[in-house]
């Protein structure tokens, strides 16, 4: 499995996204502008894209990120492949200065993030018929 970094949208991300959010869970508003200017990652293997995720900075305070889009196709799942890219999203924040990550997590993957370090933060709220809620992480 290999990691690569792009400053635009890469099919193979669109590819993992399409099948896990819309075809999967039924949203509907999933490629969006701030596609244009974050970073996405996607792990592939061989040829095949099987996650992804995307980060960008929060225009409203600095050193602050905002992590979204993280998916994993079924097949793989189950394999850590998720906690890997959030290491591998984390550590890019990082180095770009980050010391803070949000993310707009589905209620019924809080678990996931919670086991990531995330916390909390809010009240529930409905993105697409889909309960929401924002969680954060501080970066060492």
Not at 52 to 77: N, S
Request: contains cysteine; charged residues 30%.
């Amino acid at each position: 499995m290999e990691i690569r970094t792009y400053d635009f949208l890469p099919q193979g991300a669109a590819a993992v996204r399409t099948s896990v959010f819309i075809e999967e869970q039924g949203f509907v508003n999933e490629m969006d502008d701030i596609d244009r200017t974050a970073t996405h990652f996607v792990m592939w293997d061989g040829e095949n894209p099987v996650a992804t995720c995307r980060v960008f900075p929060d225009d409203e305070h600095a050193g602050f990120y905002l992590l979204g889009r993280l998916a994993v196709m079924k097949p793989y799942r189950g394999k850590n492949l998720g906690a890997e890219m959030m290491r591998n999203a984390e550590e890019y924040v990082r180095k770009k200065g980050g010391r803070r990550i949000s993310l707009h997590a589905q209620c019924k993957a809080m678990d996931f993030y919670r086991k990531q370090g995330y916390m909390e933060q809010g009240e529930v709220e409905e993105e697409e018929g889909c309960p929401h809620m924002w969680m954060v992480k501080e970066l060492k």
